[in-house]
């Protein structure tokens, strides 16, 4: 079986194909694809063009807040947790399409001139990127923070935040109902709700800080976010 998404583009064009394969008999794990010859071919393949587009896992409607990851897996899982109500939530395909061209490296300052990085519709306010843990912590969070003051460029009065997702395989045994104690997987039926709790409590967490700066006096729109790489 595979899983096919549409990419597509700010004008709601499709421009791209994102397809993974998977194995039902192993929940959790890619599956393993070898070509004619017995090579090992990638579980997950991409057609197209990703460049400013983005896997619309939900309707935009009239959602003010913007819930996107890396990948399907991760951002859908957060969504199906409910952790940020009343948000869409759309799968950026990849970190260089959501954080785009940087001036220097792993300065978190984005190249402004780029044309084909990732930026949100005009009516969101609060855009919410989530961080997972599959990629170099430090180059991640550059790309992020770049992708992030893309946007406040472009929407001064977008509040912009980083969020921690969990690690994919908790992410996995949450949405097949197994929660995580003590190292240990165990079969349980509590793995959405805890999912929910984790990522409720980052939020939350986040929410207070943007809150405090903003008392103090600072932009709200540059609260939750932290220096630039060095």
Do not use: Y
């Given at each position: 079986?595979?899983?096919?998404?549409?990419?597509q583009?700010?004008?709601?064009?499709?421009?791209?194909?994102?397809r993974?394969?998977?194995d039902?008999?192993?929940?959790?794990?890619?599956?393993e694809?070898?070509?004619?010859?017995?090579?090992?071919?990638?579980?997950?393949?991409?057609?197209?063009?990703a460049k400013?587009?983005?896997?619309?896992?939900?309707?935009?409607?009239?959602a003010?807040?913007?819930?996107?990851?890396?990948?399907?897996?991760?951002?859908?899982?957060?969504?199906?947790?409910?952790?940020?109500?009343?948000?869409?939530?759309?799968a950026?395909?990849?970190?260089?399409?959501?954080?785009?061209?940087?001036?220097?490296?792993?300065?978190?300052?984005?190249?402004?001139?780029?044309?084909?990085?990732?930026?949100?519709?005009p009516q969101?306010?609060?855009?919410?990127?989530?961080?997972?843990?599959?990629?170099?912590?430090?180059?991640?969070?550059?790309?992020?923070e770049?992708?992030?003051?893309?946007?406040?460029?472009?929407?001064?009065e977008?509040?912009?935040?980083?969020v921690?997702?969990?690690?994919?395989?908790?992410?996995v045994?949450a949405?097949?109902?197994?929660?995580?104690?003590?190292?240990?997987?165990?079969?349980?039926?509590?793995?959405?709700?805890?999912?929910?709790?984790?990522?409720?409590?980052?939020?939350?967490?986040?929410?207070?800080?943007?809150?405090r700066?903003?008392?103090?006096?600072r932009?709200?729109?540059?609260?939750?976010?932290?220096q630039?790489?060095?």
């Amino acid at each position: 079986p595979c899983l096919v998404a549409a990419i597509q583009d700010p004008a709601g064009r499709v421009r791209g194909v994102h397809r993974t394969w998977f194995d039902p008999a192993q929940p959790g794990r890619k599956a393993e694809i070898f070509g004619p010859d017995g090579a090992t071919l990638p579980a997950k393949l991409m057609r197209g063009s990703a460049k400013g587009g983005a896997i619309r896992l939900t309707p935009l409607g009239e959602a003010e807040t913007l819930v996107m990851g890396e990948g399907i897996e991760t951002t859908f899982s957060v969504a199906v947790a409910g952790a940020f109500p009343g948000a869409a939530f759309w799968a950026g395909a990849s970190l260089g399409n959501m954080g785009g061209k940087q001036v220097g490296r792993q300065t978190g300052v984005p190249d402004l001139e780029d044309p084909e990085a990732f930026v949100p519709p005009p009516q969101i306010k609060r855009l919410v990127f989530l961080q997972d843990g599959d990629s170099d912590p430090r180059a991640t969070r550059a790309k992020l923070e770049a992708g992030l003051r893309r946007a406040q460029h472009f929407i001064p009065e977008l509040v912009a935040q980083i969020v921690a997702a969990l690690e994919h395989d908790q992410l996995v045994f949450a949405m097949i109902g197994v929660r995580i104690d003590k190292g240990q997987p165990q079969r349980r039926h509590l793995g959405l709700h805890h999912l929910a709790r984790v990522q409720q409590q980052r939020v939350g967490h986040l929410d207070a800080r943007v809150e405090r700066q903003h008392k103090r006096g600072r932009q709200v729109a540059r609260c939750a976010l932290q220096q630039p790489a060095q």
